[in-house]
């Protein structure tokens, strides 16, 4: 796994042995508010709070591309690894060519700060959600905007559900609904039930092949059927900190930062695999799950699962 912390490091861990494989330095020493690997394995791409983006090869940790942008704290990669997406509080959205850093086009249509986007798996789509209570769809080629959903209260987080179809939103109330991507019309409203204590979510994450979403909030972390609205696993953590949380490629691990520390589990079934890991004072928060092109799996004795290597 790849996870990130406010001493400026990006870190890869191996949980077999709990050693620390690989790490980055944000230059400066500037803490680090977002990185996402490529779908490649070959590339990471990394937001300091320098309001520098950099591309770095996840080899050798050389870096490949940045650009700055005043205000950046977020970015996505697009599937085909070719463009990311950038965003934050003082930022607009913007899309960027990841080989060369060149900015391509901003989406403009929000009248208040963007607070979180998603990029679809298939076609060339986008969507952003913002303060001002509306998600928006956006052609990620030309940044025109496609559809605009009115969500009636400021949007926390947004993710794209399987193939594309539907979108959930997270909403600064702690409702999750789900949209359809193509009408904009609601299809599905519900809230978490009382198993720790009430409590508004924070960040919402969809399962690549599944019709499944994840919430996180600041007690537990919930997964959902998200068709039916039923809660299927639920894990309760220390309220102290709730950092982040991430899917490995195939979604049948979720992995999450707390005040715990980072805690690896079966989303199928909900069995906790590996106990936390903390890492110094401040918990690192967990972005990314997957294996890192730096990380022959031959060379950790061949055969690693995702519950072996995060």
């Known amino acids: 796994a790849l996870t990130w912390s406010y001493d400026g490091a990006a870190t890869v ?53 940045a650009f700055y942008d005043a205000g950046v704290d977020s970015v996505e990669v697009f599937p085909s690894g070719e463009r990311l997406l950038t965003w934050g509080r003082g930022a607009s959205p913007t899309i960027w060519r990841a080989a060369g850093g060149e900015r391509l086009c901003q989406p403009r249509g929000h009248w208040a700060e963007v607070t979180s986007a998603s990029v679809f798996p298939r076609g060339d789509l986008a969507i952003t959600g913002s303060m001002d209570g509306c998600a928006i769809l956006w052609n990620a080629s030309s940044c025109e905007r496609v559809r605009r959903i009115l969500i009636g209260e400021p949007v926390r987080s947004v993710a794209v559900l399987k193939g594309g179809e539907a979108v ?26 009382a198993a720790c204590h009430a409590e508004h979510f924070r960040e919402i994450v969809a399962f690549p092949n599944s019709d499944v979403l994840a919430t996180l909030g600041q007690t537990s972390t919930i997964i959902w059927n998200a068709r039916t609205g039923a809660e299927l696993h639920r894990k309760c953590h220390s309220p102290r900190y709730a950092g982040g949380f991430a899917l490995a490629p195939g979604g049948d691990v979720v992995a999450m930062c707390t005040g715990d520390g980072v805690t690896v589990w079966d989303a199928g079934g909900g069995a906790e695999l590996h106990t936390p890991v903390e890492r110094g004072a401040e918990p690192a928060c967990l972005v990314a799950l997957g294996l890192v092109g730096a990380l022959d799996p031959q060379g950790f004795g061949g055969g690693l699962s995702w519950r072996e290597l995060w």
Request: aromatic share 10%; charged share 15%.
């Open 13 to 65: 861990w191996n949980v077999a042995t709990g050693a620390e494989v690989l790490e980055w330095k944000s230059g400066g020493g500037w803490a680090i508010r977002s990185t996402r690997v490529f779908p490649d394995g070959g590339r990471v791409v990394v937001c300091a709070a320098s309001n520098v983006c950099a591309v770095w090869d996840a080899a050798s940790g050389r870096e490949l591309a």
């Open 168 to 193: 959930a939103v997270i909403g600064f109330g702690g409702t999750t609904t789900i949209w359809d991507a193509a009408s904009g019309a609601l299809v599905r409203r519900f809230t978490g039930s």
